[in-house]
């Protein structure tokens, strides 16, 4: 199981937007990061991410979330292994069956690793993720000092 703490950064009835928090291995290192490097290059905007509480929540509050680790692997396999495996199957079917020039196998294996793109979005967006609510952490209030104390 994968465990996340997310916040609750606005709500919509029952739907709640949850925004994970930055981990502390991120801030050690001062942006010499790839991850760091790939951010800045992208954009830095946090996503959301909408969750339908049956219990009611608020603005500020933590929530910890588990998702099934099966997941993950099938979602992994279906984005990075699939349109590798077809760009190496269509080229090999050009090469071998068709007996076509060093061009049209190039040509072929871009086809199949596009097609293998389209097919592993398709299959990640069919995927049903088994999220479940582990705890609702309270709303902590800060300590102030108080007069006269």
Request: net charge positive.
């Amino acid at each position: 199981m994968i465990e996340q703490t997310l916040t609750v950064v606005a709500l919509d009835g029952h739907i709640a937007h949850l925004e994970a928090q930055q981990k502390q291995a991120c801030e050690g290192c001062n942006g010499r990061c790839g991850s760091q490097v790939f951010s800045k290059l992208f954009g830095t905007a946090k996503k959301t991410f909408p969750y339908k509480f049956e219990s009611t929540v608020k603005i500020g509050q933590k929530v910890t979330l588990s998702l099934d680790d099966s997941h993950v692997v099938k979602h992994a396999f279906a984005v990075y292994m699939l349109p590798l495996l077809l760009s190496f199957v269509f080229a090999l079917i050009a090469a071998q069956l068709f007996m076509a020039c060093e061009g049209w196998q190039i040509l072929a294996a871009a086809l199949g690793g596009v097609t293998g793109f389209f097919i592993a979005k398709t299959r990640v967006k069919s995927l049903k993720h088994d999220i479940k609510v582990i705890k609702i952490h309270p709303i902590s209030i800060p300590l102030t000092q108080i007069d006269g104390d």
